[in-house]
């Protein structure tokens, strides 16, 4: 079966820098778009960012441009969402997500969710 599984969460301050993980399992990597999104105790859920299956990327939210960017491993089915100049705001439980490459990121259907891993800004 599927398997979309998040790591890299922790504890960090303000301005510096985290690395989270996704390895998914089970599917063709290369024809899914990869998509992180974020929810906030009390918050709705969040798109943050795609990266395409041909390696583009797609921001969803305009808080994290110029901080937040996205890589992808084909041959690793991996893919890095790296978060620079954290901010307190940034605290939150990051989700992974594999997309069809049909669709059509940050508003369309998720096909696959990983469970989360916890990203906590102190100031």
């Known amino acids: 079966q599927v398997q979309v599984v998040e790591s890299g969460g922790g504890l960090v301050q303000t301005g510096e820098s985290l690395r989270l993980s996704c390895k998914v399992s089970?599917?063709?990597?290369?024809?899914?778009?990869m998509g992180w999104f974020r929810q906030a105790p009390g918050k709705e859920r969040e798109g943050i960012l795609f990266?395409?299956?041909?390696?583009?990327?797609?921001y969803c939210a305009a808080s994290v441009q110029g901080r937040f960017t996205v890589s992808r491993d084909n041959v690793a089915a991996t893919v890095y969402l790296h978060l620079n100049m954290l901010k307190p705001e940034d605290t939150a439980m990051y989700y992974c997500?594999?997309?069809?490459?049909?669709?059509?990121?940050?508003?369309?259907?998720?096909?696959?969710w990983g469970q989360g891993t916890q990203v906590t800004v102190s100031s």
């Open positions: 997500a594999a997309q069809r490459a049909s669709r059509h990121f940050c508003r369309d259907v998720i096909d696959y």
């Open positions: 990266s395409s299956w041909n390696g583009a990327t797609a």
């Open positions: 089970g599917l063709t990597f290369g024809t899914y778009n």
